[in-house]
């Protein structure tokens, strides 16, 4: 009986599948694998700021020996001794006394031979100085402006000796020919020969540094 055979036959063959199913052991579950930790990113150390440096105080102006100041080295101010005040040159071109000092009184003495001193300008005037010269006024006292230099003329040449200390500083007198640097009663700078009148107005030299280089140095 051909369909009692196959009834038999496809139960035994669901049998065994069955039996088979059984037997397969169930498939263990995969762990996750942990994901590798990442290298760790390497956080450079923070740079230490450096503290200010507290900027350098100015240099002031140095305090020259007498030696280096009339060896024309040094820009300087000139003062009388006695009664206050500082010379300097007018936008005229005049050499006079004020109250205080200026920028166009900053003078350097020359050496120009003989001891005697050109009396130099610090500032220049297209490139040149100027030196101070004695001018003749008729009868009107004898005043010092300021002109080229010239070594030759003779009324630029100043004789500058020490005539004692005031204050513990030196006193010079400033000179050309006979004529002595003096002020006058009315407060100007005049030239005057002295004859047998005493010395009035002295000098006294206020350092202010190293002097500009001069043309042709």
């Known amino acids: 009986m051909p369909n009692s055979r196959t009834a038999v036959l496809t139960a035994g063959l669901t ?3 069955l039996t088979l199913a059984g037997c397969t052991a169930p498939a263990e579950p995969v762990a996750p694998t942990a994901a590798a930790p990442s290298a760790a990113t390497s956080v450079p150390e923070p740079t230490a700021t450096p503290e200010p440096t507290a900027s350098p105080e100015p240099t002031t102006s140095g305090s020259a020996s007498a030696e280096q100041i009339l060896d024309g080295n040094r820009q300087i101010h000139i003062h009388l001794v006695e009664p206050a005040g500082t010379l300097h040159v007018t936008e005229e071109g005049r050499l006079t006394i004020g109250p205080a000092p200026v920028d166009s009184g900053l003078l350097v003495l020359v050496p120009s031979g003989n001891g005697t001193h050109l009396i130099m300008t610090a500032a220049t005037a ?3 100085p100027s030196c101070m010269g004695i001018r003749h006024n008729g009868i009107s006292p004898l005043t010092v402006v300021a002109a080229a230099c010239d070594a030759r003329r003779g009324g630029q040449l100043f004789t500058i000796r020490p005539v004692g200390n005031t204050a513990g500083e030196p006193a010079y007198s400033i000179s050309s020919r006979s004529a002595y640097l003096q002020r006058a009663s009315s407060g ?7 004859g047998d009148a005493p010395l009035r107005t002295t000098f006294r030299f206020d350092d ?3 002097a500009p280089a001069r043309p042709g140095e």
């Not at 100007?188 to 002295?194: K, N, R, S, T």
């Open 15 to 17: 049998g065994l599948a």
């Open 126 to 128: 297209n490139g040149e």
């Open 188 to 194: 100007e700078l005049i030239a005057e020969e002295l």
């Open 208 to 210: 202010q540094g190293v």
